[in-house]
């Protein structure tokens, strides 16, 4: 009898909001520094990005009100559902999106959350700027128009 694998495969969460709110600028793929049942969790699927964003400190970037969900497993050395995380970046990476970001407008925004090649979590980020609200309708109209162009090719 195969015991069943509880650990997925391939993970990709994504923040579907995101794209809905702001237009993307520019995308960044970041380490991210994590606790041991952290990783676990976050191989489990155990991860929500919805009220996630990040911001600077002290030249570095943190991601904050990422919810990463306890580890059942683990007894009392388990983490903080909600601590800051670091993010990972080169230093000219981190100096260029600082930059940009003393814009009036922009921010950074988590897209999504995947396991790599190595086995590393990475988290893809995105330099954006809110959307008003005609340019969510227009969205919306292009996901309508697309949708019923499909229905007609089947």
Do not use: W
């Not at 809905?20 to 489990?44: N, P, Q």
């Not at 580890?71 to 903080?80: K, L, M, S, V």
């Amino acid at each position: 009898m195969a015991k069943e694998n509880r650990f997925s495969k391939v993970i990709n969460i994504k923040n579907r909001k995101a794209s809905f709110e702001f237009e993307f600028l520019d995308t960044y793929v970041a380490g991210l520094s994590l606790m041991g049942t952290e990783i676990k969790s976050i191989r489990e699927g155990k991860v929500s990005l919805k009220e996630a964003f990040c911001y600077f400190r002290r030249g570095e970037l943190f991601v904050k009100q990422m919810h990463i969900s306890p580890y059942t497993q683990a007894a009392h050395f388990n983490h903080d559902a909600v601590r800051e995380r670091k993010l990972l970046l080169n230093r000219r990476e981190l100096d260029k999106l600082e930059s940009k970001l003393s814009e009036k407008g922009l921010s950074i925004i988590p897209v999504r959350i995947f396991i790599n090649n190595k086995g590393l979590a990475k988290m893809e980020i995105a330099l954006g700027r809110g959307k008003k609200l005609h340019d969510k309708r227009q969205d919306i109209k292009k996901k309508d128009a697309k949708r019923e162009l499909d229905k007609m090719a089947y």
